[in-house]
T-cell receptor, first 112, second 113 residues
Framework: NAGVMQNPRHLVRRRGQEARLRCSPM?????VYWYRQLPEEGLKFMVY????????ESGMPKERFSAEFPKEGPSILRIQQVVRGDSAAYFC??????????FGDGTRLSIL | EDQVTQSPEALRLQEGESSSLNCSYT??????LFWYRQDPGKGPEFLFT???AGEEKEKERLKATLTKKESFLHITAPKPEDSATYLC??????????????FGKGTHLIIQP
């Protein structure tokens, strides 16, 4: 069952380090979305990508955060110089255009 | 700005006790309303998509309905395995129809044996 695969499942970083989160979409899906879930908060949309293109990054913080979905390989969400407030669960979803988004099981990021 | 409000925040039911979860929304043109189920430590699992007022979808003990302002998730004769957080999300009519979703905070449902 080739669902949305995210890794690592858990990631611990010290303040100032970089965090790299990876997402492989479901087979046949070319649309990838990243969401962040803070404790006691709902899922918040961050960015929507298609292969080699960022379609909508309206939910992405302007600094330190970037995302890519290269022609080959997984989508990457990169957080530079992490701070305590970046601690959250980061979820990736994929779809095939006008179809429901299917989610991975997330990466839990903890900042020491 | 699109908004989704879910109520109640938490609900505890006895096994077999039917109830409904509410999702109120405001959106600048609704493309679709989505219901997901999320178990602890897992990602949201897709349940239903509703596109227009009056539409209904059913799956086992769950039935989702949609009006112009809200959606309901009806749970009939629930079982303990129905315990989860149920999430409602909307997608607005913008761009090409594959945009990001706006989620509510969810209803945490507990079904006691």
């Amino acid at each position: 069952n080739a669902g949305v695969m995210q890794n690592p499942r858990h990631l611990v970083r010290r303040r100032g380090q970089e965090a790299r989160l990876r997402c492989s979409p479901m087979k046949g899906h070319s649309h990838v979305y990243w969401y962040r879930q803070l404790p006691e908060e709902g899922l918040k949309f961050m960015v929507y990508l298609q292969k080699e293109n960022i379609i909508d990054e309206s939910g992405m913080p302007k600094e330190r955060f970037s995302a890519e979905f290269p022609k080959e390989g997984p989508s990457i969400l990169r957080i530079q110089q992490v701070v305590r407030g970046d601690s959250a669960a980061y979820f990736c979803a994929s779809s095939s255009g006008n179809q429901p988004q299917h989610f991975g099981d997330g990466t839990r990021l903890s900042i020491l | 700005e699109d908004q989704v409000t879910q109520s109640p925040e938490a609900l505890r039911l006895q096994e077999g006790e039917s109830s409904s979860l509410n999702c109120s929304y405001t959106v600048s043109g609704l493309r679709g309303l989505f219901w997901y189920r999320q178990d602890p430590g897992k990602g949201p699992e897709f349940l239903f998509t509703l596109y227009s007022a009056g539409e209904e979808k059913e799956k086992e003990r769950l039935k989702a309905t949609l009006t112009k302002k809200e959606s309901f998730l009806h749970i009939t004769a629930p079982k303990p395995e129905d315990s989860a957080t149920y999430l409602c999300a909307v997608q607005a009519v913008r761009g090409g129809g594959a945009d990001g979703l706006t989620f509510g905070k969810g209803t945490h449902l507990i079904i006691q044996p």
